[in-house]
């Protein structure tokens, strides 16, 4: 077996183990036969109800941010790069706290109001960030990206406060929601970020090539025959669909596509014909696996999902950044 297709067993098993520990483990212990046998309605109602559209989610979330950090990382050349680090998961929480503060519903879009609404406000972030960096340093280098970020989602992070103090008492469950969470969620929020995911994905599956031509430079790429602009503009949007729709169900959840990217490239190389769908499937896994852990390590209580990923990936982009600051300074 060559080491690819080792990369996608391990990826796969991986996936599937964390589902089973995450439909299984619980207050209530759900044997893996509830699955096929009903017997125990009790159970299965906690299994097809409450553990598998969460475990379902979870997936979906991860995913979405791991293969759009992934994207970003490649399309910016940059290992920092994720959509909470660039500010893009803070310009969709205030695309998706805008629609819920106003209480904007419209006829044309139903249920999939709120991720749109996202969708754009992570859209637009991400080309601000973007373009306030080009304007302050041509060359784009690696502090000036992550700082513009950290700068537009501090401010950005200021408006979600400011809002959060004008609401009424009963929308003061946005301030959960910013944390980071999956809970209570049933199947109709996986229908609401489900085709977002396809047509993500889909978009920066179809620039995989795109992506490894623009590791060796814009020029390089052009010379290649890449319409460098066309296929930026894809990726970045790619990214904003998917980082906005899981934002939407989901909150700020952070620091899921720099992890796992980093990790894929540095186990199974930097070819984004698999870095971008390997890095889908460890995503989804890396998050069943910390939800797993925030329903469980206070059993009863619940920690917000965004506080475990926070405490594995702080200490990885400070490793990230000190490594790139080593390796700049040889």
């Known amino acids: 077996m060559n080491k690819t297709a080792l990369a996608y067993v391990v990826s796969i098993a991986t996936l599937l ?3 089973w520990l995450g439909v299984s483990i619980g207050t209530v212990k759900i044997p893996i036969e509830t699955l096929w046998n009903h017997s125990d ?7 097809w109800k409450i553990r598998m559209p ?45 629609t819920l503060f106003f209480g904007i519903s419209l006829p044309v879009l139903g249920a999939f109001t709120l991720p749109v609404f996202s969708m754009i406000g992570a859209a637009l972030t991400m080309f601000l960030v973007i373009g306030f960096a080009r304007l302050v ?26 809002m959060i103090a004008l609401t009424q008492e009963e929308l003061r469950q946005i301030v959960g929601w910013l944390l980071g969470s999956v809970s209570m969620r049933g199947w109709k929020y996986i229908t609401m970020v489900l085709p977002f995911f396809i047509i993500g994905s889909f978009m920066l599956w179809l620039n995989r090539r795109e992506l490894n031509a623009l590791l060796f430079g814009e020029e390089r790429a052009h010379h290649l025959g890449v319409n460098v602009k066309q296929r930026k503009l894809m990726i970045l949007l790619g990214g904003s669909v998917l980082t906005g729709s899981a934002v939407a169900v989901s909150g700020t959840i952070g620091f899921v596509g720099l992890v796992v990217p980093h990790m894929t490239r540095m186990l199974w190389g930097s070819d984004h ?4 769908p390997l890095s889908l499937f460890n995503g989804a896994s890396l998050l069943i696996i910390c939800d797993l852990v925030a329903r469980t390590i206070i059993s009863p209580a619940e920690l917000p999902v965004g506080v475990i990923t926070a405490f594995i990936g702080a200490p990885v982009f400070a490793y990230i950044f000190y490594k790139q600051r080593r390796k700049g300074a040889m």
């Open 137 to 162: 340093d041509r060359s784009m280098k690696m502090e000036t990206i992550i700082l513009t970020g950290i700068i537009f989602g501090s401010f950005l992070g200021s408006v979600l406060s400011l």
């Open 41 to 47: 309605a009790t159970a299965s109602n906690i299994l």
């Open 54 to 98: 969460r475990v379902l989610l979870a997936g979906i979330v991860g995913a979405s941010l791991a293969i759009s950090g992934a994207a970003f990382q490649g399309l910016l050349k940059n290992p920092l790069a994720d959509p909470y680090t660039l500010g893009v998961s803070s310009g969709a929480s205030v695309g998706a706290v805008i």
């Open 273 to 276: 014909r698999h870095v971008l």
């Open 17 to 19: 183990v964390a589902i």
